[in-house]
């Protein structure tokens, strides 16, 4: 039987912490259970106290990303499940993630479903999410943002100056691992109604969801995001150039410009699949 470590990243989630960590306790497969306390006001540390699991707390809050990153270092075991603390994730759902990850993969992420989002906005950002890394990759992308995940801690620990801070830690790791080659599987999963109240600030994380986007693709391939924009600007120089040819008889510099900025971004895609290669080397 595979022994895992579960971390459990928390910032005032002293409900759903009530409520998930005696479950985890009676699966045979978790080894050991870390939360990591990113600064919370409430109850979360006197929780994982009563429940006698390790707590590791940040001295303020730096991010979901941060935590994880606190959590996986602390892990002892191989193979790590990283679960959110508001009680959307039923740690019943371990088992079918672990069969999945034993049958083969190096991450196996929990797949949501429409009802399974938090918001109309979550929903509609990470449909675009999905259909945009599946673009990219050229595989379909179940959801790219879950945060219930099994994954190879070995592996896992390669990227882990890649990840971010925040809440984008899921994109990255799951866009890394396809990149390097490593095989990502999804599982359908059920999601509950959440405790307490979300971090997430619908105007403030709109515009994260736009950098994302861009980060999505400078960690996968710059250069087909890049040789896209290129040929939108390509044809844009050439009809001009046909219109103003056929109107006025003349080649106008803004046709010249146009041409000229398909070729620039074409060269900086290049220029960043370079860069983005390097961070894959090993």
């Given amino acids: 039987m595979i022994k895992v470590s579960v971390v459990i990243p928390a910032k005032n989630e002293q409900a759903g912490l009530s409520r998930i960590l005696p479950e985890l ?4 497969a978790v080894n050991e259970i870390i939360v990591v306390d990113d600064g919370s006001s409430d109850d979360t540390i006197e929780v994982c106290q009563d429940n006698n699991v390790t707590c ?47 049958s083969g993969y190096d991450l196996v992420v929990g797949a949501r479903d429409s ?10 950002a990470n449909g ?38 925040g809440f984008s830690y899921p994109t990255t790791s799951t866009m890394a ?11 359908s999963i059920d999601v509950l109604k959440r405790e307490g109240k979300s971090h997430i600030n619908l105007f403030k994380d709109g515009i994260k969801f736009l950098l994302i986007i861009f980060k999505i693709a400078t960690l996968y391939s ?19 150039y046909l219109y103003t040819f056929i109107t006025t008889g003349r080649f106008t510099n803004m046709g010249v410009l146009l041409l000229v900025t398909s070729v620039v971004i074409f060269l900086m895609g290049l220029i960043s699949e370079q860069i983005s290669t390097l961070y894959y080397k090993k």
Wanted: with cysteine; proline share 3%.
């Fill in 115 to 124: 009802s399974g989002q938090a918001s109309w906005f979550r929903h509609v």
């Fill in 177 to 187: 691992f396809l990149r390097s080659g490593y095989s990502v599987g999804f599982k």
């Fill in 25 to 28: 306790k009676r699966i045979d």
């Fill in 222 to 240: 710059p250069l087909k995001l890049f040789s896209l924009l290129s040929v939108v600007f390509s044809l844009a120089g050439g009809s001009y």
């Fill in 56 to 102: 590791i707390s940040h001295p303020y809050s730096m991010g979901n990303g941060a935590a994880i990153k606190t959590g996986v270092r602390a892990a002892s075991c191989e193979v790590v499940v990283f679960m959110d603390a508001d009680g959307q994730h039923q740690p019943c759902e371990i088992s079918s993630l672990l069969d999945m990850y034993k």
């Fill in 128 to 165: 675009i999410y999905n259909k945009f890394a599946s673009w990219m990759t050229e595989r379909k992308i179940r959801d790219l943002t879950s945060g219930f995940r099994v994954v190879n801690r070995e592996k896992f620990l390669e990227f882990l100056y890649l990840l971010p801070n």
